[in-house]
């Protein structure tokens, strides 16, 4: 019988896309796997203590440090000669991997561990309560950046968490989301099966920090496949292998009226700003080659 490795009864928000995402990364990696989680919404609704939803060894590292422990880990099983039979994953959120936890995860891609780090990309550190992070796209409104008068939210496009990662030479870097699970199933799988560092970027829409309906998770999340906000790339040793292609052009509006950190991009006095996340689309299509000729 089935049996998932991540087991319900946790206190995620109904819908998150974060939960569905560990549950699809896990099932497909297996029981042979330890975990090393970074504070955030993953570890807190999935470990409120003593109880645990998780199905295999998971370890809770500080918010910054989940590349430096899983390192240890790694170096651990290498040392008992254990590292063909269990896999190590470092998994955060998107603060944890691209603000302060960036250091620990470059170092660890630098030294070579055969590890899998994953970010879940909910787009802010809502476990605290919807701050903006590296990975917050241009105009989303945050708690910390806020729309006002003067304002229309994040000032900041998102960072290219992908690049970064494959910037550093490691052998398998891809981006995966919520929206298509059996491509995200096959990266995982993929990434496993290569020896190194391997890094997976999965975009996890979050209803109560996006403020979209809960059962809209999916269709939030191919959408921004879709208008060419989030990419589906895939790197190996740094080059570009393979992207996701799309047979047309979604305009972004498709995907930010379902969400209401974005309501006030759709406003007639806001249409330089929307003109903006606009380009920001279209230059990943352009950058990735991503429709279809
Ligand atoms: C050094 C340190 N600073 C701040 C915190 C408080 N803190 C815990 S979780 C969190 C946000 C996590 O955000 P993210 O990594 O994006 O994950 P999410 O909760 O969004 O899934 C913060 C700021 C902490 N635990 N440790
Ligand atoms: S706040 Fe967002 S990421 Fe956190 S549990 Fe709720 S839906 Fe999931």
Known sequence: MYKPLLSPGHTACGGCGQALAARLVVDIAGPNVIVVNNTGCLEVFSTGYPDSSWEVPFIHSLFENAGAVASGVESALK??????QINVIAQAGDGG??????????????????????????????????????LTPLDTNTTTSPVGKFSSGNIRPKKNMIEIASAHGISYVASATVGFPRDLQ????????????????????????????????????????????????????????????????????????????????????????????????????????????
């Open 79 to 84: 040392y008992l000669k254990k590292e063909d």
């Open 97 to 134: 991997t691209a603000d302060i936890g960036l250091q620990a995860l470059s170092g660890m891609w630098e030294r070579g561990h055969n590890v899998l780090s994953i970010c879940y990309d909910n787009e802010a550190y809502m476990n605290t309560g919807i701050q903006r992070s590296g």
């Open 186 to 293: 096959r990266k995982i799988k993929k990434a496993l099966s290569l020896k190194g560092p391997k890094f997976l970027h999965i975009h996890c829409p979050c209803p109560l920090g996006w403020r979209h309906e809960p059962n809209l998770t999916l269709e939030v999340a191919k959408l921004a496949v879709e208008t060419g906000l989030f990419p589906l790339v895939e790197f190996e040793f740094g080059k570009l292998i393979n992207v996701y292609k799309l047979k047309e052009h979604k305009p972004v509006e498709e995907y930010l009226k379902l969400q209401g950190r974005f309501k006030h991009l759709l406003s007639p006095e806001a249409k330089a700003e929307l003109a903006r996340v606009q380009e920001i689309a279209d230059g990943n299509i352009e950058r990735y080659g991503l429709l279809v000729k």
